[in-house]
């Protein structure tokens, strides 16, 4: 029997999700810390959850080990200490490290988490990255842009998903930039050369550090063009072809970048740009599972769940996901107009009627909910076909059918 602890902050539904797949391992009790108190938790997720502890902010590592000082204090010992949260993998590693539980430690976690240390582990090894500075205010900024010209990318050091991040072109984008992020010896921000080319993502797993599976997806276009144009529907793209040669070509590095960086089990996520020269720059790592609607895309691709295949993964030491059958794409909606609040959506079953069997599942935003600021938007489609030209006709159909007002 595994005694397995698990960082639940609150109950959305994609955790609700994670417990049941940790729970439902042979030879698991599972015990769960959240900031939610005993009395909120689900009612389908009780007779799961073996262990139950109450915790302060789990931001903070001193509050992941109270709460599993305290299962230990039921149990004897704890086997796996985990969670999935961006945000969450430095202090559980922490934690990690403070009762001596297998698994990623603080060190290699604080090289995913910390935007500017990873490019100088990466940059050192060996790995291409772009050119990045570490800025504490309007001198140093102008210093990096005379080293490297316009545009540059600013960003928080702790980011993810691309939220916050700055794309800088002139001296009045740049004030604009300093005046969101407001940079300082106590808040330095991370400068960055803009990279031209293609973006994608490259999951990979590796056990005891050595990769045993990977996938790759594109984005359509990049974040950051997204967050410079409200109007713009995103989309993501898992192909039918699990290795195309452009992948084929970046594996390499990836395993050098993982290396480099102290990973070794786990599920990670990697962006990197595929310049138009034919080179590849990585853009940033993290050692969790991806978002972006990535795990939907793969179980639509393989026809399990990679939530079930993760958790097994951080526990077992293993890793089971069937061959890909499908491809599958994803876009996210973004509503149109002015306004604050979701008025209308338009075209759904003209979209139902159009993709038919194509169609793979939806979450549609209700009129009234207020307009999301977050890149993904106010709801998603994702399609999958057994091409991958199938789904990118199938991505036109979303994009000329479905409207959010």
């Not at 961006?86 to 539980?101: F, K, N, S």
């Not at 240390?117 to 205010?137: E, I, S, T, W, Y």
Request: with cysteine; glycine share 8%.
């Amino acid at each position: 029997m595994r005694n397995v602890v698990l960082v639940a902050p609150y109950f959305s539904e994609n955790m609700r999700h994670c417990v049941r797949c940790f729970a439902s391992l042979p030879d698991v009790r599972l015990s769960v810390l959240s900031q939610e108190s005993a009395a909120r938790v689900p009612e389908d997720l009780r007779a799961c959850i073996a262990a139950y502890e109450c915790i302060g902010d789990p931001a903070h590592a001193a509050n992941i080990i109270d709460g599993a000082r305290a299962v230990a204090a039921q149990w004897g010992t704890i086997d796996r200490l985990e969670g999935y949260l961006e945000t969450l993998q430095v202090p559980i590693a922490e934690a990690r490290d403070a009762m001596d539980v297998d698994g990623m430690r603080a060190e290699a976690a604080k090289n995913c988490r910390d935007k500017n240390r990873m490019k100088d582990v990466l940059r050192k090894a060996g790995v291409p990255v772009a050119r990045q500075a570490l800025v504490h205010g309007i001198d140093d900024v102008r210093a990096f842009v005379a080293t490297v010209g316009y545009p540059i990318v600013l960003k928080p050091l702790a980011g993810f998903g691309a939220r916050n991040t700055q794309r800088v072109h002139d001296d009045a984008s740049l004030a604009t930039a300093l005046n969101q992020l407001l940079p300082s010896a106590q808040n330095p921000v991370q400068a960055e050369e803009f990279v031209r080319g293609a973006e994608h993502t490259f999951e990979a797993v590796t056990l005891g550090g050595r990769a045993v599976w990977s996938s790759s997806t594109s984005y359509l276009p990049s974040p950051l063009t997204v967050l410079e144009n409200a109007w713009i529907q995103y989309a993501v793209v898992l192909p039918r072809e699990v290795q195309p040669p452009h992948v084929q070509a970046f594996a390499e590095i990836n395993a050098k970048a993982l290396a480099a960086l102290g990973v070794r089990d786990a599920l990670s996520h990697m962006e990197w740009f595929l310049r138009d020269d034919g080179s590849a720059v990585v853009s940033e790592v993290g050692a969790r599972p991806p978002g972006a609607n990535i795990m939907p895309l793969l179980a639509a691709g393989h026809g399990a769940d990679p939530w079930l295949a993760w958790a097994r993964l951080m526990v077992e030491r293993t890793w089971q996901l069937p061959e890909r059958q499908f491809a599958a794409g994803t876009v996210f909606l973004r509503a149109m107009g002015g306004g604050e609040v979701v008025r209308a959506v338009e075209g759904v079953e003209a979209l139902r009627n159009r993709l038919g069997p194509t169609l793979h599942g939806m979450k549609l935003p209700r009129p009234g909910q207020p307009r999301s600021q977050h890149y993904e938007g106010d709801g998603w489609v994702i399609v999958r076909h057994p091409q991958t030209e199938g789904v990118m006709a199938a991505l036109q159909v979303v994009y000329d059918t479905l409207r959010v007002r």
